[in-house]
C-alpha cells in the first residue's frame, strides 16, 4: 500500500505560480511512475505530467513550457511547479504513483485557483 499526501495548492491570480508536492509513504516498492492529474466537476480526470524514476516526463500539451515536473527518488517526492497559471488551470490536482506491478495509487487532491 502506498499513501500519497499532497501539498502547495491554493489560489492565485493569472499569470503566477504555485508550486504543488506530493510525498510517498508505506511501500518499499520503487515507485516507477510518479505524476499530477486534475480534475475539473463533471469532467474526467486528465493527466497533466508524469516522471518515471529514470527522468523520462511527459505533459499535456495544454501545459508544456509552462509547467515542470520534477521527483526526489531518495525521498520519493514528486513536485509539479506551475507557472504563467491560467483560470482554465483551476481544478483539483492529484498525485499518482504506479509500482512495478501496474498498481496505481492516489491523493487525496489539492484545490488550485486562477482568478483572472
Known amino acids: 500500500q502506498v499513501a500519497l499526501v499532497e501539498s502547495g495548492g491554493g489560489s492565485v491570480q493569472a499569470g503566477g505560480s504555485l508550486r504543488l508536492s506530493c510525498a510517498a509513504s508505506?511501500?518499499?516498492?520503487?515507485?516507477?511512475?510518479m505524476g499530477w492529474y486534475r480534475q475539473i466537476p463533471g469532467k474526467q480526470r486528465e493527466l497533466v505530467a508524469t516522471?518515471?524514476?529514470?527522468?523520462?516526463?511527459n505533459y499535456a500539451d495544454s501545459v508544456k513550457g509552462r509547467f515542470t515536473i520534477s521527483r526526489d527518488n531518495d525521498e520519493k517526492t514528486v513536485y509539479l511547479q506551475m507557472n504563467i497559471l491560467k483560470p482554465e488551470d483551476t481544478a483539483v490536482y492529484y498525485c499518482?504513483?504506479?509500482?512495478?506491478?501496474?498498481?496505481?495509487?492516489w491523493g487525496q487532491g489539492t484545490q488550485v485557483t486562477v482568478s483572472s
Open positions: 499518482n504513483a504506479m509500482i512495478f506491478d501496474g498498481r496505481s495509487y
Open positions: 508505506g511501500s518499499s516498492f520503487r515507485l516507477i511512475v
Open positions: 516522471i518515471t524514476t529514470g527522468g523520462i516526463r
